[in-house]
């Protein structure tokens, strides 16, 4: 049944509504939500001294909603948490926090949790107790299970801190080296540039003392290495003399939004865009640094109209763009997922690197990072050429057991690389897991873990903004809501534990932690904050350990080029933007309904999926916003909406990271299309990365409509000036005064 | 032993019902009812002395009925507050401190129960619940809808410690929205506390008038 309310009904409604509330008065009982009678009120036992019912406790804890380690505090009443922010003493969010951090109490309290182990019996998983879970697990892993190290595999997301000990742990006792770090946002090429040609994987950048930033593709505000940090960083280059934001991209990100020039360049052509500028720069002698002159003649061909004919970014662009890079220095220049991930994408991050020689920023923008002391403990860094890699053991049979935490290798695989259907061949997969995911639902033995506020855990950000590193430390905010959740530290510490006697004397994860802290190298310990106290109850108190490092300058060195851009579209004209954006992530949260709610930065899109067009490409099409549209490439086709927005390059077509879950509970279920699935299986050449920008598709119109669930619905004031605007001449012209 | 109006009443009318029933009641009997509900309504209002105003408060007005909430144990308030002369805050200590008065904690009953009355079958059965290490599951008797932020402490921060009222008298101005407790066994709710009920007293004890204030 379907009741059509219009505006003019809507308003009439709500008119009588509120007349008759004012008539009625406030003196009628209550009937919302009133619980007397009915809701228990059970006091405690015996109460702790600090415990007072209705006011908050705030405890310091890390945030596991991506990789960029926050640190955050979280408000505990009546033993239960019920809200989080950043923690002020992290360097990495400076008190702030995310939506995604925001909204770690729905994955928390979510009513899809496992609540219980479960083993494959036939076809299905039935619940099973832990004794008989574990028995299993060490039947099948244990020092009598005869089994190989090498088909022993273990596939996470980005790992750091004591759980990769861990997990380094008990793949050496099986002899194992499969460790699959898998994230598919992640910055692996920018990593591999900056280790080549800077010394190190993750510089340190310094936003704040640039006068204009050039980011290619690079997401900074929002999936981009460490968003909250940045958003800070970004604010202060904003500030006082308001720095320059030049963004290339193919598809305007929420940092191409943000952006004062936004320049669609066709994809995969940003390297030749930078090596354009670059060129430009030499000729007029406006480098800061001298290049080799052999480096200047390879340059030579980039001559601008060459690089207009490539990247179809005007000449004028390009020297503006030069011109504003010189003028409004010290500049910092970025690459991300739009540039990185192509067949090229080293050669073009590469170039971006040159463009920061050749400006000078190295030393500058560019510094060297902390690295922590400890080796051991810093974080592997997920990427797609593990998960090349898994896909490609899975095929051939090599592995026997297969551990996944943390990450969904079943969704985020396209799907050509069989990685669902090859899962089936491991004997035995265990899944250490909080939702019942397309990777857990295929597992043979799923380990329901604690939620991230229920778990212990130390981690060190792969980023470390600050001269000092930091490690933080996730701790309980409370306990755990479902009595059958284990820690994930505490099950591999009782795996540990059947071959090394060693591990015995920890009674549990915990204690595993507190001595392994006190254990860590002198420089770590010696620098607690607070003289009188000892490093761990440090650590409890402020969530944060700082380690003071020496770090040395960068040394930049060239690296051999040959760019090269991919001139193929047999049959499919339009490049793929699989993109990515803060909230839903790669999809690892589709299930939290306030991140499902929240609209897209730029089309403001709820609860679905939709595939971005550009005007021209869609009237070409005939299509108008809400119809859909089958996007087709070698490897598959997907079916969506359309969202039409100039902000896409015209030969682009964009489909957004997150949904498409065939399985995941209620919220994300069945909603929407992945766009992972339809991806060619290219590599970058360089590193081995999956291009996931590389994919060339065709789009058809379905001759289908249904209206777009978005924020806004209109995209123009349709003449009513509920925002006034004035152009920029008129504005030089009149200052301002119109 | 004075008995409660409502009570009598209730009694009589169930009796008069029953004999209807049988269609064995007469003129006699019916009139005798009469005689007798006349009585019994005439009889005072309340059972029990009312508590002086503090005279620093104009009390908020309006009364309520409902029915009382059956607990796990029949807490006697009547025993505690009117015969033992226990202050309200000694068992609900987060009043002065925190939004919610708070249920006292389990520990805090049994460190007089531990030696007080244990042969009285409602301590018997608290001891239980201690020994067992559970608290018992009381229902809510008092409560505000989930857009209203109450909180005990500016309350008992404005009439009591800034009015300089004397702490030991408090049961004066937690009665002005939880009823007469010193009458009751387990807490029944006597005051409607509705918007119309918070907003007569915000207005007479120059509380603010501010939506905002309660409704965040």
Redesign the interface.
Known sequence: MSVKVNRRKFLKMLGWGGAGTALT??????T????????????????EEYA????GVWYASTCTQCEAGCGLHGRVREGRVLKVEGNPDSPVNHGKSCMMGQSTVQAHYNPDRITSPMMRKGSTLQAVSWDEAMSALTSKIGPDSGVKGDRVGMVTGTVSGHQAVIIDELLAQVGSKNHYVHEVINTSVWSSVCRDMLGDEMPKLNFDKAGVILSFGADFLGTWISPVHNMGEYAKFRKGARGSLIQVEPKMTLTGGNADLWVPAKPGTEGALALGIANFILERGWNAVDVPSSVGKSLSQYTLTAVEKVTGVPVSKIKRIASMLTERGPSLVIAGASTENHENGYDAVASVMLLNLVMGNIGKTIEASAKFPEKALRAKQGNTKDLLLLAKALKDNKLDVLFTYNTNPAFTAPAVLQVSESLSGVGFKVAFSMFPDETTLQADLVLPIHSGMEDWGTHVPAYQPDTSSVLSLQQPLMEPIHKETRGFGDIMLSLLKLRNKDFGKFADYYSYLQTAVANMPADVTSNVEGASKDIWTNMLQKGIVKAKVSTNDLSPKLVDMKFKVKQDNSGYPMHLVPSARLGLWDGRHANIPWLQEFPDQIAKVVWGSWAELHPKKAAELGVKNGDYVRVTSASGSIETQVYIHKGIHPDAVSVPLGQGHDEFGRYAKGRGVNPLKILNPLMERRTGELATHATRVKVTNAHRHEKLVHLGGSESQVGRKFVKTISVDQLRRTEGEA | MQVERRTLLRKLVCSLRGRMRMKTVTIKQLLSFSVLAFVVSILPAKSYAELPVPAHITPPV?E?E??V?PQPIEFPHDRHVKDMKINCMYCHT?AR????A??????KCMGCHKVIATDKPRIQKLTEY?EK???????????????VHF?HEKHIRKFVFDAKFPVEDVQQVCGLCHGEVQGMTVAE?KK?L????C?RCHEANGGPGDCWACHK
């Open positions: 008065g406030c003196d009628l009982p209550t919302v939500t009133l619980e007397e009678g009915k809701e228990e009120v059970v006091s405690y036992l015996m109460p007072i019912p209705g006011i | 309006g309520h409902s029915p909430v987060y401190r925190s939004k919610v708070g249920i006292p904690p389990t520990s201690w290490g559970e608290s018992p599951k009381w229902l809510k008797v008092h409560d505000v809808p989930d857009y909180t709710k409607p509705n918007m119309g009920f907003q």
